[in-house]
Every structure is written in structure tokens, then in C-alpha cells.
């Protein structure tokens, strides 16, 4: 029988064991080391907060190119505006002109969250901007930004686990759960 847990409220089962996500950050860290190794451009990794921090430590600790990290978390607060939640970038003290930047992503989803970041990440004028998102549901994606390195394509359900959260919890979890309907 699949493995079931129980976080909150809710009922999660396996769904994605930890040697397949490291499967995973493998294919991406070769492919970011062959594509950036003959770059001579400053390289800076920016992971976005909260989810990304377990994607990006096991990352980067395969990335073997000089380059630097950083941490990125969008603030959501109530805007005055009719379209309600407006969400800005914290957390960038780092010159990012004419450096290439890599955003670490943990999922995208519908894409809201990366619009914004790439919109706001190109007013300080990078050289470039790819992505490098763990997992990716693309029934749920509504935009047209290209992603440069996907981990694992999923279903459009609801997980946790390896970063991802339920209301907080389930961060902790090395492998990935979905959601028990
Ligand atoms: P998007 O803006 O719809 O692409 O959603 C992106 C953000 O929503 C991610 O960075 C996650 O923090 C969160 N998210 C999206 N899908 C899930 C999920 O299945 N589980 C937990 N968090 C999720
Ligand atoms: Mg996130």
C-alpha cells in the first residue's frame, strides 16, 4: 500500500520518492554546468523563499561554476488597487547588472509568482534571466514565460514535501506527497 501521512487536517500519499527528485536536481545541475561553463558573465543563483530552500541547497552544492547565491521572498500586503493582493520583491541588496540570473524556483503553478519576480527582477538589469523550477504543473500554467529547466512535471493536485508546504507544514518531508481527495 502507498505510504499515507497525516498533516493538519488533511491525508497525503507518496507520490515522488527522494532517489527520483534527486534524479531530478542531478539532470538540472548537468544541465547548468554545461550551459554555463563557458559564460564569462557574473553567474548569481536567487532562491525564492520559502519553498525553494531545499531545491536550491541541493542544487547548488552540484553547481561547479564560481558564482553566488542569494534569497528572495515576495511580501504580499493588501494593495489601495481594485485587484486586491499586490506582492513586491524583499531581499535584493546584490548588484544584479549585466549578471546573469538564475531564479530558483520550488513549483510553478499558474505562473502568477514568477511573472512577478521576472518583471521585478528585470528593472535592475541582469544580462539574463532563466529558471530553474523543480516541479512544474502544466495544466495549471497560464503564461508564456519559457522555463529553462523543469525537474519533475506533476498533475495539477495539491503537494507537499522536499520545501513545499500545507499551511506551513510538511517542509520537512524528503519526498513528495499529493493530496488524498
Ligand atoms: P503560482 O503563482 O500559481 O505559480 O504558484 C506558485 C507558488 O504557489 C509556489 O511557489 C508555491 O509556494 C505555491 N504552490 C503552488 N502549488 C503548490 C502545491 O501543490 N503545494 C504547495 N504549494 C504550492
Ligand atoms: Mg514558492
Not at 542544487?59 to 534569497?71: G, S
Not at 527582477?121 to 530553474?132: M, S
Request: glycine share 6%; aromatic share 10%; proline share 4%.
Amino acid at each position: 500500500m502507498t505510504k499515507r501521512i497525516k498533516i493538519l487536517d488533511k491525508e497525503f500519499e507518496l507520490s515522488i520518492p527522494s532517489s527520483t527528485i534527486q534524479e531530478a536536481v542531478n539532470k538540472i545541475a548537468n544541465q547548468l554546468n554545461n550551459d554555463l561553463k563557458n559564460i564569462k558573465k557574473e553567474i548569481v543563483f536567487i532562491g525564492i523563499l520559502n519553498g525553494s530552500f531545499m531545491f536550491a541547497s541541493d542544487l547548488f552544492k552540484q553547481i561547479e561554476l564560481p558564482c553566488k547565491i542569494t534569497f528572495l521572498k515576495l511580501a504580499s500586503y493588501q494593495g489601495t488597487s481594485s485587484t486586491g493582493v499586490v506582492k513586491s520583491l524583499i531581499g535584493i541588496n546584490e548588484n544584479l547588472r549585466d549578471k546573469i540570473v538564475i531564479v530558483i524556483e520550488d513549483i510553478v503553478d499558474t505562473g502568477e509568482t514568477l511573472d512577478t519576480i521576472i518583471c521585478q527582477l528585470k528593472g535592475f538589469e541582469p544580462a539574463d534571466i532563466r529558471i530553474a523550477t523543480f516541479l512544474f504543473k502544466p495544466q495549471a500554467y497560464k503564461k508564456q514565460i519559457p522555463l529553462n529547466y523543469v525537474g519533475i512535471e506533476v498533475p495539477n493536485n495539491f503537494i507537499i514535501g522536499y520545501g513545499l508546504d500545507y499551511d506551513g507544514y510538511g517542509r520537512n518531508l524528503p519526498e513528495i506527497y499529493t493530496l488524498v481527495k
